[in-house]
C-alpha cells in the first residue's frame, strides 16, 4: 500500500490501532485527532515512514519523512519520547487535549523545519520549558497553556526575530510561577504581529463574566470520555455540572481546524441579538487565546435526528407536529421579529435538540448570515448541508430567508416520512 494522507478525524475510534497502517511504506501524514484511541502500541519492525501512536512509541527514529502529525483530543498517556527529536522533516505537531505527563524533551529543539507546535496545550506536562526550544527559527505558533509548566521562560525566545517567524503566537499561559516580569518582556516583543480576537464579554446578555477553563475542567471531570455526548468537524460537545448544579453542554471548538475560530465568533454574534424560547440558549462562554466554548443549556432528549432514527426512541404524530410548529415558531422569529434578520443556512434535523418536555430547540449558528432588512447576499463558500440547501443556495451561495424556507420544506417531510432527504427510497417524496 502507497497511502500519502489517510485521515481518521472524528470517527468515534476506540481501542488499538492495528498493527496493518504499518504496512504504508510512504506514508508522510496521518490524522487521528477527535477519536477515543487508549492503551499501548506493540512494536512496529517494519516502520520506517509511518507513525502509529496511542501511547507515543519510542521507535520514532524511523518516521524521518513524517511532516505534520495531529493526535489532539485523544487520551494519550505518559510522556513524550526524546526520539521526536530525530522527526527531522517534521513540520506541524500538534498533541493537545491529552493526558501526556512527564517534561519536554529537549530534542524538541533540534527539529529545525518546525513552524506550528501545538504539543502541549490542556495536559499534564511538568517541569521546565527547554532552552533549545528558542533555536527554532521557523517556528510562527506555540502554545504550552494550561499545564504544569515552572519558570523562568528562557530568554532564547527574544530571539526569534527572523523573517519566517511571521504569525507570532507566543501562547504561553503556563498554570504555575512564570514571574510577571518575563512575561510582560516577552508580550512587548510580540505584541506588534499577535492577532488577539475581539473582546466578547458583551456578546452574551444576562452572563455575569466568562466562565473559565478551570471551572469547565471541574465541570466536566477533566472533559473525560463519560462526559463526551457528541462530536463534529469543528470540535466536541461534552455534558457538565457547573458549581451551582446546573447541567449544561459544553461546546469546545478545536482551533487547529480552518474556521473553528470563525465559526465561534459567528455563534457569539448572533446569540447577543436573539432570545426566543425554541432557540437553544447560550449561558455563557470561555475565551482564550487558544481556547474557546460555549455553554449551552443542556437537552435531556438529544437531538431529533436521534428521535426520528433511533430504536431506543419513537415519536408519534403529534409529538412530530408540535416539533415542527416550534420550529416554524424559531424561524418567524429568526425572519420577522429580530432586531436584524437571521436566516440559519444549515436546519436539518440534527441541529434541533429536545428539551425534558419534548420541546424544540433550534440549535448551532456557526454559519448564520446576518442580513440588512430583507435584500439577499452572496458569499462564496456554501456551508450548508446537500440535501437541505435550496439550489440558488447550493449552486451560486445567495442567502435569503427563502433558503430557511426551503430548508423547512424538506425538513417536514423528512419528519413526516421518516426517510431522509438523500436516501435512495426517499427521491419519490
Do not use: W
Given at each position: 500500500m502507497h497511502y500519502e494522507l489517510p485521515t481518521f478525524?472524528?470517527?468515534?475510534?476506540?481501542?488499538?490501532?492495528p498493527t496493518s497502517l504499518g504496512q504504508c511504506i510512504k506514508l508522510q501524514v496521518i490524522l487521528l485527532s477527535l477519536n477515543d484511541f487508549m492503551g499501548s502500541i506493540p512494536t512496529f519492525k517494519d516502520i520506517r515512514k509511518a507513525l502509529i501512536v496511542c501511547e507515543i512509541p519510542s521507535n520514532l527514529s524511523h518516521c524521518r519523512e513524517?511532516?505534520?502529525?495531529?493526535?489532539?483530543?485523544?487520551?494519550?498517556?505518559?510522556?513524550?519520547?526524546?526520539?521526536?527529536?530525530?522527526?527531522?522533516n517534521l513540520e506541524e505537531l500538534y498533541l493537545a487535549f491529552n493526558k501526556l505527563t512527564g517534561g519536554i524533551?529537549?530534542?524538541?529543539?533540534?527539529?529545525?523545519?518546525?513552524?506550528?507546535?501545538?504539543?502541549?496545550?490542556?495536559?499534564?506536562?511538568?517541569?521546565?520549558?527547554?532552552?533549545?526550544?528558542?533555536?527554532?527559527?521557523?517556528?510562527?505558533?506555540?502554545?504550552?497553556?494550561?499545564?504544569?509548566?515552572?519558570?523562568?521562560?528562557?530568554?532564547?525566545?527574544?530571539?526569534?526575530?527572523?523573517?519566517?517567524f511571521i504569525k507570532k503566537y507566543i501562547l504561553l499561559t503556563i498554570a504555575s510561577t512564570v514571574t510577571l516580569v518575563a512575561f510582560i518582556v516577552l508580550w512587548i516583543r510580540r505584541r506588534d504581529n499577535m492577532e488577539i480576537p475581539a473582546p466578547i464579554d458583551s456578546w452574551l446578555p444576562g452572563t455575569h463574566g466568562k466562565i473559565s477553563y478551570q471551572q469547565l475542567l471541574y465541570a466536566t471531570n477533566d472533559f473525560g470520555g463519560?462526559?463526551?455526548?457528541?462530536?463534529?468537524?469543528?470540535?466536541?460537545?461534552?455534558?457538565g455540572v457547573l458549581s451551582n448544579g446546573l447541567n449544561v453542554a459544553i461546546k469546545v471548538f478545536n482551533l487547529e481546524f480552518q474556521g473553528a475560530l470563525r465559526s465561534f465568533n459567528s455563534?457569539?454574534?448572533?446569540?447577543?441579538?436573539?432570545?426566543?424560547?425554541?432557540?437553544?440558549?447560550?449561558i455563557n462562554c470561555c475565551s482564550n487565546l487558544d481556547f474557546k466554548a460555549l455553554v449551552l443549556k443542556y437537552m435531556p432528549n438529544g437531538s431529533l435526528d436521534k428521535g426520528l432514527y433511533s430504536h431506543n426512541h419513537f415519536l408519534d404524530l403529534i409529538q412530530?407536529?408540535?416539533?415542527?410548529?416550534?420550529?416554524?415558531?424559531?424561524?418567524?422569529?429568526?425572519?420577522?421579529?429580530?432586531?436584524?434578520?437571521?436566516?440559519?443556512?444549515?436546519?436539518?434535523?440534527?441541529?434541533?435538540?429536545?428539551?425534558?418536555?419534548?420541546?424544540?430547540?433550534v440549535a448551532d449558528f456557526r454559519i448564520t448570515r446576518l442580513?440588512?432588512?430583507?435584500?439577499?447576499?452572496?458569499?462564496?463558500?456554501?456551508?450548508?448541508?446537500?440535501?437541505?440547501?435550496?439550489?440558488?443556495?447550493?449552486?451560486?451561495?445567495?442567502?435569503?430567508?427563502?433558503v430557511d424556507v426551503y430548508s423547512y420544506g424538506i425538513f417536514l417531510m423528512e419528519v413526516f416520512a421518516r426517510k431522509k432527504p438523500m436516501d435512495e427510497m426517499s427521491l419519490g417524496i
Open positions: 478525524v472524528s470517527n468515534h475510534l476506540s481501542g488499538k490501532i513524517l511532516r505534520v502529525l495531529s493526535l489532539s483530543f485523544n487520551q494519550l498517556t505518559r510522556g513524550i519520547p526524546q526520539a521526536i527529536g530525530s522527526l527531522c524533551p529537549r530534542e524538541i529543539g533540534n527539529l529545525s523545519n518546525l513552524n506550528i507546535l501545538y504539543p502541549f496545550s490542556k495536559n499534564l506536562v511538568s517541569g521546565y520549558i527547554p532552552r533549545r526550544m528558542g533555536k527554532l527559527q521557523n517556528l510562527a505558533k506555540l502554545s504550552l497553556s494550561q499545564n504544569r509548566l515552572q519558570s523562568p521562560i528562557p530568554v532564547e525566545f527574544g530571539d526569534l526575530k527572523t523573517k519566517s463519560d462526559n463526551l455526548i457528541g462530536k463534529g468537524s469543528l470540535g466536541m460537545i461534552y455534558k455563534e457569539c454574534e448572533v446569540m447577543q441579538r436573539i432570545r426566543h424560547q425554541n432557540l437553544v440558549k447560550i412530530r407536529l408540535n416539533i415542527m410548529i416550534d420550529v416554524a415558531s424559531a424561524l418567524e422569529y429568526l425572519h420577522l421579529d429580530c432586531s436584524s434578520l437571521v436566516v440559519h443556512c444549515d436546519l436539518k434535523p440534527n441541529n434541533v435538540l429536545l428539551d425534558d418536555d419534548m420541546v424544540a430547540h442580513l440588512i432588512e430583507t435584500k439577499p447576499m452572496q458569499q462564496t463558500k456554501t456551508l450548508g448541508t446537500i440535501g437541505y440547501m435550496a439550489p440558488e443556495y447550493g449552486l451560486d451561495g445567495i442567502v435569503s430567508i427563502k
